[in-house]
């Protein structure tokens, strides 16, 4: 069963518009951490926010907020104020504490292209 | 953040050739390091974990002879293409683990482009 899910593939924004990138996730750990990344065309893997299980308030970073609800195992990413920089692919991971220990892997949604259009 | 590199970033060469990609973490050390490959418009494929001084873990269906990895210090991880094809023309990419928690964040390099004619 897919673990992360982003249901839309491409996404459209005016600049300076706000937009939101969905994203729910699948897990019966109490503890994860949610993440989403940016893939520009040049292809390195940008990480933009972080997103705690057990954090009591919705994850910010400058312009990118993440709306975390948890019983709905949603972790959307707003981005407010959209530059035409913006435009890329964005991906949506989840990573559980390992039962084992040490790292556990993350696990990567497909992604949702957006374009920010002048 | 943690800055992680990966050379080269592209790479031609003939099919029956070796190529090894390097990951380095430049101002943390990483006890563990991750090897992912990323087709056209895909999302990127976990291929192996690799800790250092010991054995990397492979994905299922990644043949582990074929994609050698070396995780030699705490700052670097090899990935060795043996007798690359075609098929596996790829966007490589690392990531680096700056901590072992889950809320810990990876961080990862900036790829590499693999072209097997």
């Known amino acids: 069963a897919q673990k992360i899910t982003q249901t839309q593939p491409g996404m459209f924004v005016q600049e300076k518009e706000a937009v939101t990138l969905d994203c729910t996730y699948d897990t019966s750990d109490p503890s994860y951490g949610l993440f989403w990344y940016k893939q520009p065309s040049s292809g390195e893997m940008i990480f933009l926010i972080y997103?705690?299980?057990?954090?009591?308030q919705n994850a910010t970073e400058g312009r990118y907020s993440l709306n975390f609800q948890k019983a709905r195992k949603s972790a959307n990413l707003v981005i407010s104020a959209s530059q035409l920089g913006d435009s890329a692919m964005y991906f949506c991971a989840m990573r559980e504490l390992s039962s084992q220990g040490g790292s556990e892997k993350l696990v990567f949604g497909k992604g949702t292209k957006l374009t920010v259009n002048p | 953040g943690a800055v992680v590199s990966q050379h080269p970033s592209w790479v031609i060469c003939k099919s029956g050739t070796s190529v090894k990609i390097e990951c380095r973490s430049l101002?943390?050390?990483?006890?563990?390091m991750f090897w992912y490959r990323q087709f056209p418009k895909q999302s990127l494929m976990l291929m192996a974990t690799?800790?250092?001084?010991?054995?990397?873990?492979?994905e299922q269906g990644v043949e582990k002879d074929k994609f050698l990895i070396n995780h030699a210090s705490l700052t670097l991880s090899t990935l060795t293409v043996t007798s690359a094809h075609p098929e596996d023309s790829s966007f490589y990419i690392c990531?680096?683990?700056?901590?072992?928690?889950?809320?810990?964040?990876?961080?990862f390099g900036p790829g590499t482009r693999l072209l097997v004619l």
């Open positions: 101002d943390f050390q990483a006890t563990t």
């Open positions: 997103q705690g299980s057990y954090d009591q």
């Open positions: 690799s800790n250092e001084g010991s054995k990397a873990t492979y």
């Open positions: 990531s680096a683990d700056s901590g072992t928690e889950y809320q810990e964040t990876q961080y």
